[in-house]
């Protein structure tokens, strides 16, 4: 029953900014890794940014310091602020994790379903 959903996407202009919010629900015990990742038109699926349980966080080059990835574990929650985005940046964006269910007590990685960002002028 666990499962991700992503919100936030939408169309903005170069250089302007947009939040993308994730929210976990379901039997879960606990989850560790959250990340983003993203599909560019024509590419295979990349990472974008990923922080744990811990607040460590990690960032593709491409978007190291422009993106800012946070959490809020009593809310699981996982948010990528983005900004002075770029043309380049256009995709579809998933929301990822790394969750213990309660019914397995077992982590198994979930995907949510992806939510657009279009950059154009």
């Known amino acids: 029953q666990v499962q991700l959903v992503e919100s936030g996407g939408g169309l903005v202009q170069p250089g302007g900014s947009l939040r993308l919010s994730c929210a976990a629900s379901?039997?879960?015990?606990?989850?560790?890794?959250m990340g983003w990742y993203r599909q560019l038109p024509g590419k295979q699926r990349e990472l974008v940014a990923v922080?744990?349980?811990?607040?460590?966080?990690n960032y593709a080059d491409s978007v190291k310091g422009r993106f800012t990835i946070s959490r809020d574990n009593a809310k699981n929650t996982v948010s990528l602020q983005m900004s002075s985005l770029k043309p380049e940046d256009t995709g579809v964006y998933y929301c990822?994790?790394?969750?213990?269910?309660?019914?397995?007590?077992?982590?198994?990685?979930?995907w949510g379903k992806g939510t657009l960002v279009t950059v154009s002028s």
């Open positions: 990822n994790a790394d969750i213990k269910g309660i019914v397995t007590m077992r982590s198994n990685n979930y």
């Open positions: 379901g039997s879960i015990f606990n989850i560790y890794a």
């Open positions: 922080i744990t349980t811990g607040g460590s966080t």
